[in-house]
């Protein structure tokens, strides 16, 4: 890739990725309840996650899915229903809930599914990869490395920013902070998801 196109790739996905959102929220979250170590596994759920977004925006199914009315809207209300569930179990304090909660012990398969679904259940990682990924391609160069190089850098930005709201999480929640301070952090990062659902709600496959 030209290297100042690579650059501006560079620039657009960590701008994108650094921007609060549900998967930041649950980075934030399993690392502050989990631990560092632990957390990773959500990290890497939601990094698989835009694996896969990636490859099928590479590959040209993304623009299919997009195009149906169907498949897109399927996506988005799965999305939508999943955060909601999220956002109310964080504000209530429910089981199964993303919510903060000093020493949790879920396991990292569940952590590993709660990253992958809430970052695939979100249309507007899907609209991004399929609007910016042509952006940045030379189809005058050999496309494979290209898109090699694009997609290895987006697992980088993910892994190391997602990395850095649950080291955060984790060690504000670990300096002493009192209880109803965590209550009312969950309330707020509950409020947050139900929000993001809220807007999710008006993301339309014509937004491409």
């Given at each position: 890739?030209?290297?100042?196109?690579?650059?501006?790739?560079f620039g657009a996905t960590l701008?994108?990725?650094?921007?609060?959102?549900?998967?930041?929220?649950?980075?934030?979250?399993?690392?502050?309840?989990?631990?560092?170590s632990k957390a990773w596994s959500?990290?890497?759920?939601?990094?698989?996650?835009?694996?896969?977004?990636?490859?099928?925006?590479?590959?040209?199914?993304?623009?299919?899915?997009?195009?149906?009315?169907?498949?897109?809207?399927?996506?988005?209300?799965?999305?939508?229903?999943?955060?909601?569930?999220?956002?109310?179990?964080?504000?209530?304090?429910?089981?199964?809930?993303?919510?903060?909660?000093?020493?949790?012990?879920?396991?990292?398969?569940?952590?590993?599914?709660?990253?992958?679904?809430?970052?695939?259940?979100?249309?507007?990682?899907?609209?991004?990869?399929?609007?910016?990924?042509?952006?940045?391609?030379?189809?005058?160069?050999?496309?494979?490395?290209?898109?090699?190089?694009?997609?290895?850098?987006?697992?980088v930005i993910d892994l190391s920013?997602?990395?850095?709201?649950?080291?955060?999480?984790?060690?504000?929640?670990?300096?002493?902070?009192?209880?109803?301070?965590?209550?009312?952090?969950?309330?707020?990062?509950?409020?947050?998801?139900?929000?993001?659902?809220?807007?999710?709600?008006?993301?339309?496959?014509?937004?491409?």
């Open positions: 890739m030209d290297i100042s196109v690579f650059w501006l790739f701008a994108v990725v650094c921007s609060p959102g549900p998967a930041a929220i649950c980075a934030a979250s399993q690392g502050a309840g989990n631990g560092l959500g990290i890497t759920g939601i990094a698989f996650a835009n694996v896969v977004y990636f490859a099928l925006s590479a590959t040209g199914i993304a623009a299919l899915i997009i195009a149906s009315h169907q498949i897109f809207n399927l996506i988005k209300w799965v999305g939508v229903i999943y955060l909601v569930y999220l956002g109310a179990g964080a504000i209530l304090g429910t089981a199964g809930g993303l919510k903060i909660e000093r020493g949790a012990s879920m396991s990292r398969r569940k952590l590993f599914l709660q990253g992958f679904i809430v970052e695939f259940a979100n249309p507007k990682a899907l609209l991004y990869f399929a609007a910016i990924l042509p952006q940045f391609i030379n189809p005058t160069d050999p496309i494979l490395p290209q898109i090699l190089i694009m997609g290895g850098v987006t697992v920013v997602y990395t850095g709201y649950a080291y955060l999480a984790h060690r504000f929640i670990n300096s002493g902070v009192k209880q109803r301070m965590v209550k009312a952090i969950n309330v707020i990062a509950g409020s947050a998801l139900l929000f993001a659902a809220f807007k999710m709600t008006w993301v339309t496959n014509a937004a491409v």
